[in-house]
C-alpha cells in the first residue's frame, strides 16, 4: 500500500502532458519497471477507461490500484494521483484571486490564452483520426456540433450520439430483435433546450454539477470545456469565456489531471470550501465506474453494442470540443499578436512535437514582455 501510494503522488506530481503522456508514464512504472501487470493487462484496462465516462488516466490509476491491493489500493492509488495537482492547483487559484485583475497577470493570461486554443486544436485533430471512423461518425460529430450551437444539452447530445451510431453500427440485430419481440419500439429521444437564466451561488448546485459532468462525461479532458461552459457559463452565469480560460490554462500548466479545472473553478467561486467540493464532485463516479467496471473488463469490448455505442459517444464528444473550441476562440484571439502566438503555437506542437507545458509557459514569457514593450 505504501508502495501505491508513493508511486502515484510521485505521478501526480511529475505527470505533465496531458492522459497520453500520464498513461505512458504508468505503463513505464507498473509494465516495464515493477511487473505488476503484463502489456495485455494492461491494454485491457485501458479499454475499458474509454467505456466509461470520467479522465482516463486517473481511471487508469485507480484501476491498477484495485488490481495490486483490492478496495484500498482503488483509493489510494486514485486520491494520491489526484491529490498534488489539487493542493498546486489551489494555490495556482488563491494567486489568481488575489492578483487575476493587475495589468502583469492580465498581461500573463494574454499570452497564454492563444497557447492554451492551439493545444486544443491538436488535441482536437488527434483525436479526430481515432474517432472518425467512416461517413456515419463524422456525419454525428458535424450535427452534434451544430446542435450545440442550437444551445442543444451536451449531455443529450452524447446519449443521442453514441444511441445514434449503436442503432445504426447494429441496425440488422436490432430489427431482429423487434421482430422478435425482445424489444419495444424506440420512443423519441428528445433534446432539452437550455433555458438561460442566473442562478446564486451555492456550496450543493456546485457540487452536485460537477457530479453530473463527471458522470457522463466521455473522451478527452479537453472535452470537459463544452460542458463547463454549458453550465458554468450559459446556465448558472457563474464565469466569463475568459475566466474560463484562465481555469484551462492553469489546468494546462500543472501535473496530474486536466479535470483539476475544477478545483480551480471551484476556488474562484467558493474558496477552499469550493475547490474541495468541485474536485470531490468530478472525481467521485471515477471511483465508482471502476469499482463496477473492473470485473466485466474481459468481456466489454467484445460486445458490438457496448463498441459501437462507444464509437458514437467519442464522436460526440469531439463535436462538442470543436464547436466549444470555436467560441472561446473568440474570447482569446483580440488582435495580430495573440492570433501570431496562436499560430507559432500551432507550428511547434504539429512540427516539433513540444511539450504543452513549455508552450503554455512560453505564452506566458510572451505576454509579459509584450506588456513591458506597451509600457
Aim: charged share 10%; glycine share 10%; with cysteine.
Amino acid at each position: 500500500m505504501s508502495e501505491l501510494a508513493r508511486l502515484f503522488l510521485r505521478l501526480g506530481v511529475t505527470a505533465f502532458g496531458g492522459p497520453a503522456a500520464h498513461i505512458s508514464m504508468m505503463r513505464d512504472e507498473v509494465v516495464a519497471r515493477r511487473r505488476w501487470l503484463t502489456d495485455q493487462h494492461f491494454l485491457d484496462l485501458l479499454g475499458a477507461t474509454n467505456l466509461i465516462p470520467g479522465p482516463n488516466s486517473t481511471e487508469m490509476a485507480i484501476h491498477i490500484g484495485y488490481v495490486r491491493a483490492g478496495w484500498r489500493g482503488l483509493l489510494v492509488a486514485g486520491a494520491c494521483f489526484v491529490l498534488p495537482a489539487m493542493l498546486i492547483v489551489t494555490g495556482l487559484a488563491w494567486a489568481y484571486t488575489q492578483f487575476g485583475t493587475t495589468p502583469r497577470a492580465a498581461a500573463l493570461l494574454y499570452g497564454v490564452q492563444p497557447v492554451v486554443i492551439a493545444i486544443i486544436a491538436q488535441a482536437l485533430w488527434g483525436l479526430g483520426r481515432q474517432a472518425i471512423k467512416g461517413p456515419l461518425t463524422a456525419l454525428v460529430g458535424l450535427v452534434v456540433a451544430a446542435l450545440y450551437f442550437a444551445n442543444v444539452d451536451p449531455i443529450a447530445l452524447l446519449i443521442a450520439g453514441g444511441l445514434t451510431v449503436m442503432i445504426v453500427v447494429n441496425g440488422r440485430r436490432l430489427r431482429s430483435a423487434w421482430t422478435t419481440g425482445l424489444i419495444a419500439p424506440l420512443s423519441g429521444l428528445g433534446l432539452p433546450l437550455l433555458v438561460a437564466s442566473p442562478v446564486s451561488f451555492d456550496l450543493a448546485t456546485l457540487f452536485f454539477t460537477f457530479l453530473k459532468i463527471g458522470s457522463v462525461l466521455y473522451g478527452s479532458g479537453y472535452v470537459l470545456l463544452a460542458f463547463l461552459r454549458a453550465e458554468f457559463v450559459e446556465r448558472l452565469f457563474w464565469l466569463t469565456d475568459r475566466q474560463l480560460l484562465d481555469a484551462v490554462a492553469v489546468g494546462q500548466v500543472t501535473p496530474g489531471p486536466v479535470f483539476t479545472t475544477a478545483t480551480f473553478i471551484g476556488y474562484v467561486l467558493g474558496g477552499l470550501p469550493g475547490a474541495i467540493v468541485a474536485t470531490v464532485g468530478i472525481f467521485l463516479p471515477s471511483f465508482v465506474f471502476v469499482a463496477i467496471s473492473n470485473p466485466f473488463i474481459p468481456r466489454l469490448r467484445q460486445s458490438p453494442w457496448a463498441g459501437s455505442l462507444l464509437d458514437g459517444v467519442n464522436v460526440a464528444s469531439l463535436g462538442l470540443m470543436a464547436a466549444v473550441t470555436v467560441q472561446l476562440a473568440q474570447a482569446a484571439f483580440v488582435d495580430i499578436l495573440s492570433v501570431a502566438l496562436g499560430v507559432v503555437a500551432l507550428i511547434l506542437l504539429f512540427r516539433f512535437k513540444i511539450n504543452s507545458t513549455w508552450l503554455v509557459l512560453g505564452g506566458a514569457l510572451a505576454g509579459l514582455l509584450s506588456a513591458a514593450v506597451r509600457g
